[in-house]
């Protein structure tokens, strides 16, 4: 990811002008002065003193979005406490077997018309509402990372199954949201495999409005700009139909992915579909996360004049190793630039 600004430098024309139009990128040097009782620790924990004594920053920011990221890959190797032996995830999970998630009609509450039964899921109330229509998409598995491709699509359709249907009911709510977050690291509170979905009325949720505002305050198309940016410098891969696998240049926290489709297509459709899946399982398989959220980003549901140009999109995020003590957000990230460790060339090529 050091790279970076030298792989910037070789682009030309279009290209080029596109990239520092849309991106700041700076590669910043910091200086430590270790003393010599420290150096054997520095050895361990960090591979050599002189990587202590001399150190690179990388800071990406979307001047249009303000999203940005300080990219220190020493932070990744910093000691985190956490505990070495007792680490039994399998056993853990299967130790909530039976939890109300297993038998959810009697475990979850219905909606106010009732639930929406998909292939590998269904639908319940949260018991807690975050919004007048806020949903648990309970899968039939216990197991929250037993996920198979037909758990993914099925979610997209239940989902938005059960989105068409609260709005029938209160037609001012439109502003579609699913999200995962999977396992306590990414703040689920229940162990058994599920999503959510939320329904709003009045503006969008708040990170989506971000993203239209900023979108239509840009001359010209921004979220095909910000592809054909990570495209020209080596960070995206292009699926069948049009979707786009980016490794992002900005990303929340560690590796996060965005899969965008094309303006105007559902999440539901076939190849929007099939793409999250082999994403989520590559994610889960080839590269080890454990825990991550998602979140599918879409213009609302209907009165989407104000929208053009915003494709559906899916924001995952890894949230990093259950068993680790702090967590990975702290005060930069709530109120700073998140620093990020992990490198998007590392990421998009274990997923090529
Ligand atoms: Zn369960």
Not at 179 to 194: D, K, P, V
Request: hydrophobic fraction near 40%; include cysteine.
């Amino acid at each position: 990811m050091l790279e970076l600004p030298a792989r910037l430098e070789r682009l030309t024309g279009a290209s080029r002008e596109r990239a520092d139009r849309l991106y700041e990128v700076r590669l910043v040097r910091g200086h430590a002065v270790p003393p010599p009782e420290l150096e054997p620790w520095l050895v361990t924990t960090f591979g050599s003193v002189e990587a202590v004594r001399d150190q690179a920053v990388l800071k990406v920011t979307n001047r249009v979005t303000l999203e940005a990221t300080l990219f220190a890959p020493l932070r990744n190797r910093r000691p985190l406490d956490g505990p070495e032996r007792d680490r039994n995830l399998a056993g853990e999970v299967s130790a909530t077997e039976g939890d109300p998630f297993c038998h959810p009609e009697t475990g979850t509450p219905a909606g106010t018309f009732g639930r929406v039964r998909g292939a590998r899921m269904v639908s319940g109330a949260n018991a807690a509402l975050a919004d007048a229509h806020h949903a648990v998409l309970v899968f039939d598995i216990h197991d929250p990372l037993a996920f198979d491709a037909a758990t993914v699509v099925d979610l997209l359709r239940t989902g938005r199954e059960w989105a068409e249907r609260a709005r029938t009911d209160d037609p001012e709510a439109v502003n579609y949201l699913l999200i995962w977050n999977c396992l306590w690291r990414a703040g689920s509170s229940i162990i058994h495999g599920h999503a959510q979905a939320l329904l709003g009325s009045g503006s969008h949720y708040a990170a989506v409005e971000r993203l239209r505002r900023d979108a239509a305050a840009y001359e010209g198309d921004l979220i095909e700009e910000i592809i054909a940016v990570h495209r020209s410098v080596g960070l995206t891969i292009d699926l069948a139909g049009d979707v786009v696998l980016v490794a992002h240049l900005t990303p929340r926290k560690e590796r996060e992915l965005l899969l965008i489709g094309t303006p105007g297509m559902e999440e539901t459709d076939p190849s929007f579909a099939d793409a999250l899946a082999r994403t989520l399982i590559a994610y889960r398989d080839r590269i080890g996360v454990m825990s991550f959220n998602l979140a599918l980003w879409r213009p609302p549901l209907a009165n989407a004049e104000g929208w053009p140009g915003i494709p559906p999109m899916i924001r995952l995020v890894d949230r990093g190793d259950p068993y680790l003590r702090p967590s990975d957000i702290g005060a930069m990230e709530l109120y700073g630039t998140s620093i990020v460790g992990s490198d998007p060339y590392d990421l998009i090529e274990a997923l090529r």
